[in-house]
């Protein structure tokens, strides 16, 4: 069966270094989007990419994030300039109707 | 805007007893329902979802859900729970089929011998 596929699985950087997630998403999807999870709390929706652009974006997901699909197949969420609150898990998700598939997620750990 | 309430934080129960994971949902418009599970250290897969017909939905793993529109609830259910079960279950919605997910803080389930 198909799978979302995220790298790495865990990611350990110093305070005000930039990093990429990166995300394999199913195929034949035309909807990705990122979430975050952060310890013990409830999963939060960061944006959401469509047809090559952003079609939705919280308010957490501000300056400091972008997102890009480089090559038509990965999804990559960077983050400029990481701060210690975005210590999280980061989950990428592509979607068909009506089901969201979410990849393993990749634990971020900011020092 | 959606919400969702997931008013037991963790739910203790021994194993091959009946459990029942509660959420509700709070929107104005119609939406659709999902539950997903989360094994430790491991991403979310989806248990179960309603999109529209039969309010009584039936997923992976023996779960079911109902929905019931005039409580705005979309409780989660199994007859008789194993071990295997111990995870954490968040209950979401969406208002259409390709937007984004609303979750609840998850219910930790821990099933016992």
């Known amino acids: 069966e198909p799978e979302v596929t995220q790298t790495p699985s865990h990611q350990v950087t110093q305070m005000g270094q930039e990093v990429i997630l990166r995300c394999v998403p199913i195929?034949?999807?035309?909807?990705f989007y990122w979430y975050r999870q952060i310890l013990g709390q409830k999963v939060e929706f960061l944006v959401s990419?469509?047809?090559?652009?952003?079609?939705?974006k919280s308010e957490i997901f501000d300056d400091q994030f972008s997102v890009e699909r480089p090559d038509g197949s990965n999804f990559t969420l960077k983050i400029r300039s990481t701060k210690l609150e975005d210590s999280a898990m980061y989950f990428c998700?592509?979607?068909?109707?009506?089901?969201?598939?979410f990849g393993q997620g990749t634990r971020l750990t900011v020092v | 805007a959606q919400s969702v309430t997931q008013l037991d934080s963790q739910v203790p129960v021994f194993e091959e007893a009946p459990v029942e994971l509660r959420c509700n949902y709070s929107?104005?418009?119609?939406?659709?329902l999902f539950w997903y599970v989360q094994y430790p250290n491991q991403g979310l897969q989806l248990l179960l979802k309603?999109?529209?017909?039969?309010?009584l939905v039936k997923g992976i793993n023996g779960f079911e859900a109902e929905f019931n529109k005039s409580q705005t609830s979309f409780h989660l259910r199994k007859p008789s729970v194993h071990i295997s079960d111990t995870a954490e279950y968040f209950c979401?919605?969406?208002?259409?089929?390709?937007?984004?997910?609303?979750f609840g803080t998850g219910t930790r389930l821990l099933v016992s011998p």
């Open positions: 998700a592509s979607v068909r109707t009506g089901e969201a598939f």
């Open positions: 195929s034949n999807h035309l909807y």
């Open positions: 990419f469509y047809n090559n652009e952003i079609s939705e």
């Open positions: 929107s104005s418009v119609s939406v659709y």
């Open positions: 309603y999109l529209s017909g039969s309010t």
């Open positions: 979401a919605v969406s208002p259409t089929a390709f937007q984004k997910l609303v």
